[in-house]
C-alpha cells in the first residue's frame, strides 16, 4: 500500500491564499480518508516538511494558483529541483521541497499539485465565491489522482496524463 501525503498550504487569512489550508481540512474530515493518507495543512512549506515528504510514495499539494479565470481548477505533475539553494528560507515551493527528498534522504516520491485560481487576496477568512464552488472539484480530483495511482501496476511506469489533461 501507498503511502500518500497531502499538503495544504496557503494563508487561511488572506481570502482565496486559503484555498490550499481549507480544502486539506476538509479532506481530512470527510469520509473519503484513507489509512495510508496523512492529511496536512499548513500556511508555508518548510525545511520541515522535507521528512514527511520523503517518507511518502504520493504527495498531492494543494494551493491556489494567480493564473487564469478565478475558480479555475488546474492539477499538474511536480519534480524536482535540481538545487537546494532554498533550503533554509522561510518558504519553498513544491519542487524544492521534491528537490531537498531527493539530495537530503535519495528519495523522490511522485507528485502532483492541484490549484484554483483565485480571485480574492484581501484580509479575509473567506474564500471567494468562484473559488468555494471549485472545493468539490478539487475533492473529486484528488480522489481520482489517489485512484489512478492504486490501479497502475507496481511495475508500470508512473504517469498522470489523464489526470493532467482534465
Do not use: W
Not at 10 to 21: A, C, E, S, T
Not at 36 to 44: D, F, G, H, I, K
Not at 98 to 126: E, M
Request: hydrophobic share 40%; glycine share 8%.
Amino acid at each position: 500500500m501507498q503511502r500518500v501525503l497531502i499538503i495544504g498550504h496557503g494563508n487561511p487569512y488572506r481570502g482565496d491564499d486559503g484555498l490550499g489550508f481549507r480544502a486539506a481540512e476538509q479532506y481530512e474530515a470527510s469520509n473519503r480518508r484513507h489509512a495510508t493518507v496523512e492529511v496536512m495543512a499548513v500556511q508555508r512549506l518548510k525545511p520541515e516538511h522535507v521528512q514527511n515528504v520523503a517518507q511518502s510514495d504520493l504527495v498531492i499539494f494543494l494551493a491556489v494558483g494567480t493564473k487564469g479565470e478565478p475558480g479555475t481548477v488546474c492539477g499538474q505533475e511536480v519534480f524536482p529541483e535540481s538545487r537546494c539553494d532554498g533550503l533554509f528560507t522561510r518558504e519553498l515551493t513544491p519542487c524544492a521541497l521534491l528537490g531537498a527528498s531527493s539530495v537530503i534522504y535519495k528519495r523522490c516520491p511522485q507528485a502532483y499539485l492541484i490549484s484554483v485560481t483565485g480571485d480574492n487576496f484581501g484580509f479575509s477568512s473567506q474564500l471567494s465565491s468562484k473559488v468555494e464552488a471549485a472545493l468539490p472539484e478539487v475533492m473529486q480530483r484528488i480522489d481520482d489522482v489517489l485512484k489512478t495511482v492504486q490501479e497502475t501496476p507496481a511495475d508500470a511506469p508512473k504517469t498522470m496524463a489523464a489526470f493532467v489533461g482534465q
